[in-house]
């Protein structure tokens, strides 16, 4: 295990294709893996969290993704990168009984499971 967590030195790390350079995950590991030993490199986050169960190495994966797989650990107690989330719609279709069902559930999903979309608990 890393410590701190930013010190991959040392350590296998399954990395990202040049197509999910711009994820938080990648530039985390660009800032902080340069010293690891690149085992993979995926071009979907799920081929690099299925490269980390079968241990290829550290990934850095969203907190909500890897909460389903139990045979991942979290290595940060703390949150290292962020992203947002948008659901876009014309305004014309804010009304639209099947748009906003849509809309409805999502939003309710996201208050329901909010903790775990933030990674800060499930």
Do not use: Y
């Not at 690149?38 to 969203?62: D, K, Q, T, W, Y």
């Not at 907190?63 to 947002?84: D, H, M, N, Y």
């Amino acid at each position: 295990m890393p410590v701190p967590p930013t010190d991959l030195s040392g350590h296998e790390v399954v990395g990202f294709d040049d197509s999910l350079k711009g994820s938080p995950g990648a530039q985390w590991l660009e800032a902080h893996g340069k010293t690891a030993h690149l085992a993979f490199r995926g071009n979907s986050i799920s081929a690099i969290i299925r490269a980390a169960v079968v241990g290829m190495g550290i990934a850095m994966v969203p907190c909500f993704l890897a909460a389903a797989e139990p045979g991942l650990r979290r290595l940060s107690p703390g949150l290292v990168s962020t992203r947002g989330v948008w659901l876009v719609f014309h305004p014309s279709h804010a009304q639209v009984a099947r748009v906003r069902a849509v809309v409805d559930f999502l939003a309710e999903v996201a208050r329901e499971e909010a903790g775990l979309l933030a990674g800060t608990g499930g």
